[in-house]
């Protein structure tokens, strides 16, 4: 019978703590399937049974308890719980990996050595710290102004016009560059200008602030049409003119968003591997001129590290995770900050 | 004096040949006034003299134009794009869509209040007061400024309800609350006009006549000129109404008459009128 033509009071809901044995009771059974099918515990086994076990035990235990409808309805929602659950697994195996195996030398060597003239044990990081900071940061300031800029113009003054459209799919073309193209762009601008072969921290900026610039309009786009257009029109109607308006009410309005995206764009490029192996290259040591002479990115020193370690090995592997578990901490701080960052900036209004 | 009729047909809906341009005072007179969308004609032919310091209401069925011609009045329609008019609007005697005029300068000159509150979010409510000054990036002392937020908020009705809490957001306020919000801001900038767009639709009873109180005292200083839909309301704020018809979908608006607001209520000449204002249609 459904349930829906039942009176309310035979209805008897499950109560809460039955879901949570019945994920249990499905990843007992998945954990045993999986000793069985392959000999040990395989998470991805496990996950992957255990969701299918848990979602028809739920269906059954629910049906009969509660009827046909509610049991869906469970059912549906354990399905986005499961798919949920999967998408996380790789997130933080991931961040697992990289803690287990990066804190072996992450000590205080990573920041104040650099890989001159070491072999095999010791060394650390700081050439390529300094690196990541100078090639990120003249990114930024390369792609932010011209990026958020861009956006404005597209949101507020471009009305519909063929400038706006060409520029709008360009943008969505720029989107779609493999970075590894961005990378050669650079490598081969600045071999015309500076000669066969010249590597820089510029160029792999250059490279860098190509692939931000699009992410940049992107995100300002959007935030900028999030603004209702009933404050753009309130401060017109006030007699303030479209600059004042745009400077003092909308880009405030939306400043929290802006530097959401700004962030983002930061993240998305600070871990750029391909086109700053192309264009800023590889160095042992610290390199503050980002206008000549090679110089090493995080990303950069993990790759090298595993894909050409000295001897013993191992050595360039840990440096190399613990340079990977550093640019995952950058990025984590990156987007702390901005969080608060927007936080305080948001409009009070809103708090 | 000015009692124009019109015949709903084709060509000139309206003449006022005798409306005697008001000049100074803050009186303002539309000559026919076309107003497009892009290629869409949205209002037709508009004449219609708004006459300085006095009530006038803007009624008649949903999509035929009050909005669209209320905004022509302070050149706020062609904030939108690719939409234009045709015709004049003058101010005192001077064409607002004249040759070298700035807009930016007409709407300080001729304030708005929109149908939804919209009061700026990043302000608190002194600052949102006084928004029209900051922005313009005005210099004021602070006592000046204290000053000019209270004196508009009493002008508002707003002033008890918030003076303990001026610094505080001002969309933390009420939805009538911020309606008379965002009337105090209008009203600070100290304009000639007040075009007010359906300003009590989402307001409860009691604001709603508190916003109705507050335009019965403001009118001895504004004009104002008023949307709604509420017959009611008209009937009871207004010295003048003009109501606005439309033939059907994609026809241009026009208006129909304009004339005291006794007469379009009780005796009005056209029968499209008189069957709006007692209910038939719309
Ligand atoms: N931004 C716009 N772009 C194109 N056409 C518009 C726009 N705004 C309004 N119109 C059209 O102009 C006509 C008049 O609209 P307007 O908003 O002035 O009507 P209204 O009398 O204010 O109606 P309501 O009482 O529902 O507010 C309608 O046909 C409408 O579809
Ligand atoms: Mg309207």
């Known amino acids: 019978m459904d349930t829906a033509t039942q009176p309310a009071g035979l209805i008897r809901p499950l109560s809460r703590s039955v879901l949570p044995v019945l994920v249990v009771v499905a990843l007992v059974a998945a954990g045993a399937f999986s000793f069985a099918v392959a000999g040990s515990i395989n998470i991805p086994i496990v996950i992957v049974v255990g969701g299918v076990v848990n979602l028809a035990l739920t269906y059954v235990v629910s049906r009969r308890a509660e009827g046909h409808r509610r049991a869906v309805d469970r059912t549906a929602t354990s399905v986005i719980t499961t798919l949920m659950v999967a998408a996380l697994v790789p997130l933080l195996s991931v961040l697992w990996t990289a803690l287990s195996r990066g804190t072996a030398r992450f000590d205080l060597e990573l920041f104040t050595e650099t890989m001159r003239s070491v072999v095999g044990e010791g060394g650390g990081a700081k050439h390529a710290i300094i690196g990541t900071a100078i090639i990120t940061g003249l990114a930024s300031l390369m792609a932010v102004p011209i990026g958020t800029f861009t956006g404005i113009y597209l949101v507020e003054y471009s009305r519909g016009g063929r400038l706006a459209r060409v520029t709008t799919s360009m943008v969505d073309v720029m989107t779609g560059i493999p970075s590894i193209v961005a990378g050669l762009f650079a490598y081969a601008l600045f071999s015309l200008i500076q000669g066969p072969g010249a590597r820089s921290g510029f160029a792999g900026s250059v490279a860098l602030a190509l692939l931000m610039t699009p992410i940049v309009v992107r995100s300002t786009q959007e935030m900028l049409r999030l603004v209702p257009n009933e404050l753009r029109e309130a401060s017109y109607a006030l007699g303030v003119p479209k600059w004042r308006t745009i400077t003092k009410v909308v880009i405030p309005t939306a400043v929290a968003g802006l530097l959401t995206g700004v962030s983002l764009s930061i993240a998305r490029v600070i871990g750029e591997t391909a086109p700053l192996l192309v264009a800023a290259g590889l160095a042992q040591d610290t390199n503050l001129n980002p206008f000549s002479g090679r110089m090493t990115s995080l990303p950069v020193m993990s790759y090298y590290g595993y894909a050409a370690p000295g001897f013993p090995p191992e050595a360039d592997y840990e440096r190399g995770w613990s340079a990977a578990l550093l640019l995952i901490v950058l990025v984590l701080v990156i987007f702390t900050v901005s969080r608060i960052l927007a936080r305080v900036l948001r409009p009070k209004g809103l708090r | ?282």
């Open chain 2, 1 to 282: 004096m000015m009692s124009e009729t019109a015949q709903g047909t084709e060509e000139n809906v309206m003449t006022i040949d005798d409306a005697k341009a008001p000049t100074g005072d803050h009186g303002i007179t539309a000559r026919d006034l076309d107003i497009y969308y892009g290629d869409f004609l949205a209002v037709r032919k508009v004449n219609m003299a708004i006459e300085p310091r006095s009530i006038t209401a803007l009624i008649g069925p949903s999509g035929c134009g009050k909005s669209t011609f209320l905004r022509s009045l302070n050149r706020m329609h062609e904030v939108i794009p690719r939409a234009r008019v045709d015709g004049t609007v003058l101010l005192d005697g001077e064409d607002i869509y004249g040759p070298g005029v700035d807009p930016v300068v007409i709407r300080r000159k001729i304030g708005m209040v929109f149908q939804r509150p919209n009061p700026f979010p990043t302000m608190s409510i002194a600052e949102n007061v006084l928004a029209g000054m900051r922005l313009n990036a005005k210099r004021l002392s602070r006592s000046a400024a204290d000053d000019i937020v209270e004196k508009s908020l009493r002008g508002a009705n707003l002033w008890d309800e918030v003076k303990n809490r001026l610094d505080q957001p001002g969309s933390g306020l009420s939805g009538g609350q911020q309606q008379r919000l965002c009337i105090a801001r209008a009203i600070a900038v100290e304009p000639e006009v007040l075009l007010m767009d359906e300003p009590c639709s989402a307001l409860d009873p009691i604001s709603t006549m508190a916003v109705e109180s507050l335009m019965l005292e403001l009118k001895s200083d504004y004009t104002i000129v008023i949307v709604t839909h509420n017959m009611q309301q008209a009937a009871r704020v207004s010295d003048r109404t003009a109501f606005f018809n439309i033939d059907g979908t994609g026809q241009p608006g026009y208006v129909v008459e304009m004339d005291a607001t006794e007469k379009i209520f009780s005796n009005p000449s056209q029968q499209a009128t008189s069957d709006y204002v007692t209910g038939r249609f719309g």
